[in-house]
């Protein structure tokens, strides 16, 4: 009798232990980024008939006046993002994320105290014309390009303006994240590289923002991205999917083969820290069936890759 429960409960553990494996390989649910101009009720219920069903709001900044003479956003939005809602739950298209609008004007480390009081009001008066969509993350830009020297002084203004930013978005129940940014060298040209361009950088500045601000994990601003997933573990909240090296903005689709990505060790990172969330693509494509075929075969080569470190066991 003792030998049949030893053996019963050997069981129950072995398929415990199973189960823990395959739900932490489980497939996450696609997305993809999409200008809130270009959103239809006919293209989100094509998309969902792909199997995408999350999308990021991009291309945010039309809503706003470019020179920031004005911080009010125009009633002509408003009825836009209404429209938007119903064909979203036609869909039944969830928005994930809404990457928040950035240039040189609108940068939320600007040395000018009262333009980055203006900056960030703007995007207060953007987050609250987007919350009856529902999006779960709110993604910033640290920064637009630097100038020579001010590397420190920007990342002061940063902070602040993500201290101020976090309150708002939290007391609205989403998840604030900062994405990193392109930088294969410090300067370009006159200029300096926009700010979290390292992993090094991306964990200095971090140290400073609230502890729940996550990261924004941009697989084409870094090479071996897989390291900054590792690197910064639970606190990566979304990621940005396309293919390069690191060293240009290429956004290439995933399977593109001119970019240097290892999927295995993205998937393998990704796993390894829990996440949870989206496959976000932020990537140049021709139709968005092109992002779930590449999404399928980028899935079929890591599970065969597991296999195959199985067998070599």
């Not at 993002?81 to 064909?87: G, N, P, S």
């Not at 361009?197 to 897989?226: N, W, Y």
Request: hydrophobic share 40%; with cysteine; net charge positive.
């Amino acid at each position: 009798m003792k030998q049949i429960v030893k053996v019963f409960l050997f069981i129950l553990l072995t398929n415990s232990f199973v189960s823990k494996a395959e739900a932490a390989q489980a497939r996450y649910p696609l997305g993809y980024s999409i200008d809130i101009s270009k959103i239809t009720a006919e293209k989100m219920q094509y998309v969902r008939s792909l199997g995408i069903t999350h999308i990021e709001l991009a291309g945010i900044g039309a809503m706003l006046d470019k020179n920031l003479d004005t911080l009010e956003v125009s009633a002509k939005w408003t009825r836009h993002i209404l429209e938007v809602k119903q064909a979203l739950k036609k869909s039944g298209i969830q928005v994930w994320s809404v990457h928040m609008p950035f240039s040189q004007i609108l940068d939320l480390s600007l040395t000018d105290e009262s333009k980055r009081q203006r900056v960030v009001a703007a995007h207060r008066n953007i987050l609250k014309e987007l919350l009856p969509l529902d999006p779960k993350i709110i993604l910033f830009h640290p920064s637009y390009y630097l100038g020579l020297n001010e590397r420190e002084a920007r990342a002061a203004q940063l902070t602040k303006s993500v201290s101020e930013l976090y309150t708002t978005v939290s007391a609205y129940k989403c998840q604030m994240v900062v994405e990193n940014m392109l930088g294969p060298a410090l300067r370009k040209g006159d200029v300096e590289r926009p700010l979290l361009r390292t992993v090094e950088e991306c964990r200095q500045l971090f140290a400073s923002f609230p502890a729940k601000v996550g990261i924004a994990v941009d697989m084409c601003h870094i090479a071996e991205p897989e390291k900054l997933i590792l690197a910064f573990g639970s606190r990566v909240k979304t990621v940005h999917v396309s293919n390069g090296a690191g060293d240009a903005e290429s956004h290439y689709l995933p399977c593109d083969d001119r970019g240097r990505n290892d999927w295995n060790a993205i998937f393998a990172a990704l796993q390894q820290v829990g996440y949870k969330g989206v496959f976000m693509h932020e990537a140049k494509f021709k139709d968005e069936k092109e992002l779930v075929d590449c999404y399928d075969t980028l899935w079929k080569n890591y599970q065969l890759s597991l296999t195959h470190k199985k067998k070599k066991r």
